[in-house]
């Protein structure tokens, strides 16, 4: 059983061995420490100055990584916590995203921005948010969420290919998950992945997930790779507790949003996520969604994520702020009612 940390590493290990023009940069990556979740473990003593811990300036760090990928290399740099991306706003936005159109001609920007993000592990605000909002929308930015249904591997080649930079946003418990294999989630749940899967298209594809022979779903669940777990735990609740048949649709890319499949079928579509409420990418996703979907939806899309608050260190405050299991199956079933 391999945990989605311990794949994304070995990932990274082979991206380097793979690919002399790779860098990695970030605060405390170099060995013996490994990075704060040991994602970077074994990287430094293996390919030495090719991996560099760095000051603690998130702004120098981006602006650093931006600059080898315009010089020709290619960079994959992490940032602690998610939070933190905030502090490289400029870096990402007017440097890095502008520079693949800004001089006359295309220029390819390879570079990878790894986010450890999420609460769930009593962090408390400034370490436990989900900022990707705040990243929506801007021009030859592209956005991807870690899940434990999609190889490591084919999402760093996938937004490589792109020759954009990418933010890779990486929830901190999922980080502790197995990955999913072989077509199988659990005794109940299969997966498939449909389009893109190889990295040829830039989305690195999407998981769908689904009971066998279960039929036309009632609802389609709609989340991030952070959020998977928790949507497959309220799925179990509402089809054995209230004979609704979920499926779930876990997209690797989230901006520009990929063409998500199978959506025409479903009586109702449910979009679910970790950021605060208000802008959400929930409300990118029903943009994109309702002129496919219009004929078809019986209901207006069900948007969900977490509370307008900070977020609490102490578990059972978190808990509230963050979004649960119980709060989807909730409201999906008020939906449906």
């Not at 989305?203 to 066998?212: D, K, N, P, S």
């Amino acid at each position: 059983m391999t945990r989605v940390a311990e794949h994304l590493n070995r990932a990274l290990h082979d991206l380097l061995a793979a690919d002399p023009d790779v860098h990695v940069l970030g605060e405390d990556i170099a060995d013996p420490y490994g990075g704060a979740f040991k994602v970077t473990r074994g990287l430094s003593d293996r390919f030495g100055e090719r991996v560099r811990s760095t000051p603690l300036s998130e702004g120098a760090i981006v602006g650093v990584g931006a600059g080898l990928a315009l010089a020709g290399e290619k960079a994959v740099v992490e940032i602690m916590f998610a939070d933190f991306a905030a502090l490289a706003f400029d870096q990402l936005v007017n440097f890095a995203a502008k520079s693949t159109t800004m001089y006359g001609r295309p220029v390819p920007i390879p570079l990878v921005v790894r986010c450890p993000s999420g609460g769930g592990r009593g962090y408390g605000p400034t370490h436990s948010q989900s900022p990707q909002k705040h990243f929506l929308g801007v021009p030859g930015l592209h956005l991807f969420e870690l899940t434990p249904f999609h190889d490591a591997g084919d999402l760093l080649a996938a937004m490589f290919a792109l020759g954009q930079p990418c933010l890779l946003f990486e929830d901190k418990v999922l980080y502790t998950r197995r990955m999913f294999t072989g077509g199988v989630v659990d005794d109940l749940f299969r997966y498939e992945l449909t389009g893109g899967t190889d990295g040829a298209d830039g989305t690195g594809g999407t998981a769908r997930v689904f009971v066998e022979g279960g039929g036309e779903p009632d609802c389609t669940l709609v989340v991030p790779g952070g959020l998977a777990h928790r949507a497959l735990a309220a799925a179990r609740e509402l089809l054995l507790e209230e004979d609704l048949l979920c499926e779930l649709l876990v997209p690797a890319r989230l901006y520009p949003v990929p063409e998500l499949p199978g959506l025409e079928r479903a009586r109702h579509v449910c979009v679910a996520e970790d950021g605060s409420e208000g802008g959400t990418w929930g409300t990118e996703v029903a943009r994109v969604l309702y002129p496919r979907l219009w004929p078809a939806l019986r209901r207006p899309i069900t948007l969900l994520s977490a509370a307008a608050s900070v977020i609490p260190a102490a578990p059972h405050l978190e808990r509230e702020v963050l979004l649960q299991p119980d709060h989807i199956k909730r409201a999906i079933t008020e939906a449906l009612s």
